[in-house]
């Protein structure tokens, strides 16, 4: 009786596994790598609302920016979400040489990071140093905002700065500006913050979507009056902004995908005498995700949530072929994403033909930034 339980448990899981994964059960086929990148958990805000009681630092312990308990919270149960799900690829106890976890300089994405390990690496047999704490310390790199070479948003950038500037004060974005301006009136009117572009209403979204998530009592009266949907799609608007040109894409991004496809590289490489680590973690930002998101054509326009997730899976057939799918998992659940010209089971050789638009060394990149005398759109 028992055995046949299992049996049909198995199959049903086999069935659950194929329906996620797509064609072709993957168990056949090697789950090589996963790379993960992810927004960090829920903060306080960075800047309060001048017209609301709830501006008082007192209402923020943690202080203004910083990660609340439910952010410590939300990362720790995405990293229990990602031992569940690599389980079989990850072993049960921490190992250094298996995973490698990278934050920007941002104390909320370095405690991000933590807390989200604490959920994926809980200490196992020998490595359990104390029965009331189940944790252990996991190491997460970091680099000044500065100089970061792979999340390169603090960087200076003048080329990039420049055509920012451009696409701000273009007919596009000052059509929407004239189109909204009775919004911004009214938004200005309730926040006491001059709103004039849809990088305001991106920050005022960004406050009332922190303010809710840790106490919506927090939340003031004029909130119900507001239009969620429209001030998402406006926010929205300010995120794909960032990276709106094929430039702008390469000058945010590239260095990532720089990082990113040099590990899937290595990952693939038969030289086994440095292997890759089996996951790539790294802890990053909003707009991380939306310039990433936008830079594979993948990006839907909605504001990234706390902790939302994009995931790459390299796969490799009994014969060798390695190909790649992309998920993103946000507040919504799990979907799969599709990149055109590549939607399932992405060939790697083809993933990395698109990619390389984008793909920038760090070098080149300092290069092109600081290259102004060229002419812009
Ligand atoms: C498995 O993949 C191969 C090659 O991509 C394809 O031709 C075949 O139809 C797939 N099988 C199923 C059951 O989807
Ligand atoms: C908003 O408008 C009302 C009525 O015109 C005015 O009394 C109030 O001072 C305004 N608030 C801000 C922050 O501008
Ligand atoms: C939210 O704030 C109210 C006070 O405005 C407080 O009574 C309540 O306990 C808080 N809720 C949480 C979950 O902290």
Request: with cysteine; aromatic share 12%; net charge positive.
């Amino acid at each position: 009786m028992y055995g046949f339980i299992v049996l049909v448990l198995v199959f049903f899981l086999n069935q659950h596994h194929a329906a996620t994964t797509g064609r072709n059960i993957s168990e056949e086929d090697e789950l090589i790598t996963v790379v993960t990148v992810y927004r960090h958990g829920d903060r306080a805000p960075i800047k309060p609302i001048p017209t609301s009681k709830y501006c008082d630092p007192s209402y923020w312990p943690m202080g203004f920016g910083h990660l609340t308990k439910f952010g410590i919270e939300r990362q720790y149960d995405l990293g229990k979400w990602l031992r569940k799900r690599y389980d079989f690829l990850l072993s049960p106890t921490y190992k250094a040489s298996e995973i490698y976890v990278r934050s920007t300089d941002e104390d909320r994405v370095l405690m991000s990071a933590y807390s989200n390990l604490a959920g994926l690496y809980p200490p196992q047999g020998s490595q359990v140093w104390n029965d009331r704490i189940f944790w252990q310390p996991i190491p997460v790199h970091t680099i000044p905002r500065n100089i970061d070479d792979v999340i390169v948003e603090k960087r200076s950038c003048p080329k990039y700065d420049t055509l920012l500037k451009a696409t701000i004060k273009s007919d596009y974005f000052s059509r929407i500006n004239d189109k909204y301006a009775d919004l911004y009136k009214t938004i200005s009117n309730w926040t006491g913050i001059d709103v004039s572009d849809v990088e305001d209403i991106k920050l005022i979204r960004s406050t009332l979507y922190a303010i809710k998530s840790y106490n919506a009592t927090y939340l003031p009266e004029w909130e119900k009056d507001m239009n969620w949907h429209l001030i998402d799609n406006l926010a929205g608007l300010a995120y794909f902004r960032y990276t709106s040109t094929p430039t702008m894409k390469r000058l945010k991004s590239g260095p990532f995908f720089h990082y990113l496809l040099n590990h899937l590289d290595l990952a693939t490489s038969t030289n086994r005498a440095s292997p890759a680590p089996k996951m790539l973690m790294i802890s990053a930002h909003d707009t991380s995700l939306s310039g990433i998101l936008n830079s594979m054509g993948v990006f839907d326009g909605y504001p990234p949530d706390f902790a939302a997730t994009v995931i790459w899976e390299l796969k490799k057939r009994r014969n060798g072929e390695r190909y790649i799918n992309l998920y993103f998992k946000s507040e919504k659940g799990l979907e799969r994403l599709r990149i055109i010209g590549c939607e399932i089971d992405c060939d790697y050789g083809t993933f990395k033909d698109i990619m390389q638009n984008v793909a920038i060394s760090i070098g080149s990149w300092a290069k092109e930034c600081n290259r102004l005398s060229e002419k812009f759109v």
